[in-house]
T-cell receptor, first 113, second 114 residues
Framework: DTEVTQTPKHLVMGMTNKKSLKCEQHMGHRAMYWYKQKAKKPPELMFVYSYEKLSINESVPSRFSPECPNSSLLNLHLHALQPEDSALYLC????????????FGEGSWLTVV | EDKVVQSPLSLVVHEGDTVTLNCSYEVTNFRSLLWYKQEKKAPTFLFMLTSSGIEKKSGRLSSILDKKELFSILNITATQTGDSAVYLCATLRYPSGSARQLTFGSGTQLTVLP
């Protein structure tokens, strides 16, 4: 079972709203990731959590705030976003051992109006 | 700066054709190279290649890595319309702890016509 579940699948929010994207995996993976993907572009890494601690933040604006409440869950809190933040947000996880791959969830399509 | 370059950027073929997609890389602390297929949703994992010269196969798809020349190819034989997708190549490194960092190429858009 290589399932990473993301909710919601689609989200439309105004620039003054606060919303959250959620991600869950039950594969016992110890690293979880948020990627952002714009149309016709490859995914870009935003954040990496390793053993529930933030280990990489790729200079993401503070209007995006990640949270890892436990080893199975990863949230991305959104506040005061801009229309250019509209994109597909992908969550991924990996086990963390040598040679392990990264598995992606189906993504959350975010539109900021 | 890590670089992953895929070619061609797009490719249009007819069903039954064989295609070869290319991926070259220049990365520090390289561990593995991964291929993903992306249709309208999330990337779907295809292969992970860590050792040179060992071909990985899955049905009509196969891939190989050359760590000396820093490239990989993905072959698809007897293409079908369902193979139409963006194929992403990514290099993997281990920055810290259990974290894994992927650097993606820009992808190859494959269109298979009936």
């Amino acid at each position: 079972d290589t399932e990473v579940t993301q909710t919601p699948k689609h989200l439309v929010m105004g620039m003054t709203n606060k919303k959250s994207l959620k991600c869950e995996q039950h594969m016992g993976h110890r690293a979880m990731y948020w990627y952002k993907q714009k149309a016709k572009k490859p995914p870009e890494l935003m954040f990496v959590y390793s053993y529930e601690k933030l280990s990489i933040n790729e200079s993401v604006p503070s209007r995006f705030s990640p949270e890892c409440p436990n080893s199975s869950l990863l949230n991305l809190h959104l506040h005061a976003l801009q229309p250019e933040d509209s994109a597909l947000y992908l969550c991924a996880s990996s086990q963390g051992g040598a040679g392990n791959t990264i598995y992606f969830g189906e993504g959350s399509w975010l539109t900021v109006v | 700066e890590d670089k992953v370059v895929q070619s061609p950027l797009s490719l249009v073929v007819h069903e039954g054709d064989t295609v070869t997609l290319n991926c070259s890389y220049e990365v520090t602390n390289f561990r593995s190279l991964l291929w993903y297929k992306q249709e309208k949703k999330a990337p779907t994992f295809l292969f992970m290649l860590t050792s040179s010269g060992i071909e990985k196969k899955s049905g009509r798809l196969s891939s190989i890595l050359d760590k000396k020349e820093l490239f990989s190819i993905l072959n698809i034989t007897a293409t079908q319309t369902g193979d139409s997708a963006v194929y992403l190549c990514a290099t993997l490194r281990y920055p810290s702890g259990s974290a894994r960092q992927l650097t993606f190429g820009s992808g190859t858009q494959l269109t298979v016509l009936p």
